[in-house]
């Protein structure tokens, strides 16, 4: 039997907002990975080299990216007509992924080994938030009595409420189950039976945020929810509560939640998402106390990229050998999920 050709394949990406994402993603040996699994392009295709790359790319079966990767035109799409697969070591594939989809292109994302830090990342913020660790950080030393500035309900009992039932939410059910909490769940998908299989109580918007003491947004960003979180949900949080931003700032109607987080400084807002992003330095949202703001680090950092480089390759592996893709996106999936 005549020996397989080896699959042509090239590394796409752009230096991203951290500055070494391709580097790092497919680094400790797993770009070496590729070269022995393929037949790999030897020069890294960026936006600024992709003209010169390209007639070199015809032949060119599978696309390996992560954060960086440009938006692919149909001018580029037309001149690799034999792109079958894109990789994409990374979580979201809104940006990009619809062109390659309407041409019949399979896209597998690592959205699903982005989520696992995001929700280790929720998981210890709502720990932190139900004991009143950030007003505690601000109010001790203020107060006569220090042990007067605790706020907290503690981890026993409480309410959390998780807006979404996508990858991230799920893992955050997952990873509450260890504790004594009741947990509620916002998802217009999420039907009363999957409800029931997870364990947690399907209830309205409003709701969550009136019965949570604990609020953690993790909506798809759709134009749907766009501004969905408005002044009116904030201003019905139970005294002392916290809102957990991991999802997309775009979610939120600022504007109307700095009012509320403004009359109210007993609730607590933690944004690791905003929008714009990076937070201006002028922004309303740095001048609040209750308001505590990180740079988007929920997601895979430093050796957490192992995992979406190794789902990845696992992914390549099954799709080279034939078998079922378990992380490929279709084109629903861009309607549902960040």
């Given at each position: 039997?005549?020996?397989?050709?080896?699959?042509?394949?090239?590394?796409?990406?752009?230096?991203g907002?951290?500055?070494?994402?391709?580097?790092?993603?497919?680094?400790?040996?797993?770009?070496?990975?590729l070269?022995?699994?393929?037949?790999?392009?030897?020069?890294?295709?960026?936006?600024?080299?992709?003209?010169?790359?390209?007639?070199?790319?015809?032949?060119?079966?599978?696309?390996?990216?992560?954060?960086?990767?440009?938006?692919?035109?149909?001018?580029?799409?037309?001149?690799?007509p034999?792109?079958?697969?894109?990789?994409?070591?990374?979580?979201?594939?809104?940006?990009?992924?619809?062109?390659l989809?309407?041409?019949?292109?399979t896209?597998v994302?690592?959205?699903?080994a982005?989520?696992?830090?995001?929700?280790?990342?929720?998981?210890?913020?709502?720990?932190?938030?139900?004991?009143?660790?950030?007003?505690?950080?601000?109010?001790?030393?203020?107060?006569?009595?220090?042990?007067?500035?605790?706020?907290?309900?503690?981890?026993?009992?409480?309410?959390?409420?998780?807006?979404g039932?996508?990858?991230?939410?799920?893992?955050?059910?997952?990873?509450?189950?260890?504790?004594?909490?009741?947990?509620?769940?916002?998802?217009?998908?999420?039907?009363?039976?999957?409800?029931?299989?997870?364990?947690?109580?399907?209830?309205?918007?409003?709701?969550?945020?009136?019965?949570?003491?604990?609020?953690?947004?993790?909506?798809?960003d759709?134009?749907?929810?766009?501004?969905?979180?408005?002044?009116?949900?904030?201003s019905?949080?139970?005294?002392?509560?916290?809102?957990?931003?991991?999802?997309?700032?775009?979610?939120?109607?600022?504007?109307?939640?700095?009012?509320?987080?403004?009359?109210?400084?007993?609730?607590?807002?933690?944004?690791?998402?905003?929008?714009?992003?990076?937070?201006?330095?002028?922004?309303?949202?740095?001048?609040?106390?209750?308001?505590?703001?990180?740079?988007?680090?929920?997601?895979?950092?430093?050796?957490?990229?192992?995992?979406?480089?190794?789902?990845?390759?696992?992914?390549?592996?099954?799709?080279?050998?034939?078998?079922?893709?378990?992380?490929?996106?279709?084109?629903?999936?861009?309607?549902?999920?960040?």
């Amino acid at each position: 039997m005549a020996a397989r050709a080896p699959i042509k394949a090239a590394l796409f990406g752009d230096t991203g907002i951290a500055g070494e994402e391709v580097e790092n993603v497919y680094g400790d040996g797993r770009l070496e990975q590729l070269r022995q699994a393929t037949q790999l392009y030897p020069v890294r295709v960026r936006s600024d080299n992709i003209d010169r790359c390209l007639p070199h790319l015809k032949d060119v079966q599978v696309i390996f990216a992560t954060w960086g990767l440009f938006p692919l035109t149909a001018a580029y799409l037309d001149r690799m007509p034999a792109l079958q697969a894109l990789f994409y070591a990374a979580g979201t594939v809104k940006y990009f992924a619809r062109p390659l989809l309407e041409r019949g292109i399979t896209v597998v994302s690592a959205s699903a080994a982005n989520a696992l830090p995001v929700a280790e990342f929720t998981l210890g913020q709502i720990l932190l938030a139900n004991k009143g660790y950030w007003r505690n950080v601000r109010e001790y030393g203020k107060a006569d009595d220090y042990l007067r500035a605790f706020r907290g309900r503690g981890n026993y009992r409480v309410t959390v409420s998780l807006l979404g039932a996508g990858q991230i939410g799920r893992r955050v059910i997952e990873l509450l189950r260890s504790f004594q909490m009741d947990i509620l769940v916002f998802d217009p998908y999420l039907t009363e039976e999957e409800a029931g299989k997870l364990g947690v109580e399907s209830v309205s918007l409003s709701e969550a945020f009136e019965r949570g003491d604990v609020v953690s947004n993790h909506l798809a960003d759709v134009p749907a929810t766009a501004g969905l979180l408005d002044g009116a949900l904030f201003s019905r949080m139970p005294p002392n509560a916290t809102f957990i931003n991991t999802g997309r700032g775009r979610t939120v109607n600022e504007a109307e939640m700095i009012k509320v987080l403004r009359l109210r400084d007993d609730i607590t807002a933690l944004l690791d998402v905003t929008d714009p992003e990076p937070c201006p330095e002028t922004a309303p949202l740095r001048k609040l106390p209750n308001v505590s703001i990180t740079s988007h680090i929920a997601g895979a950092q430093k050796e957490e990229f192992g995992r979406l480089s190794e789902l990845i390759l696992e992914e390549f592996e099954a799709w080279s050998e034939g078998r079922p893709l378990r992380h490929a996106v279709t084109m629903e999936m861009l309607e549902t999920v960040n």
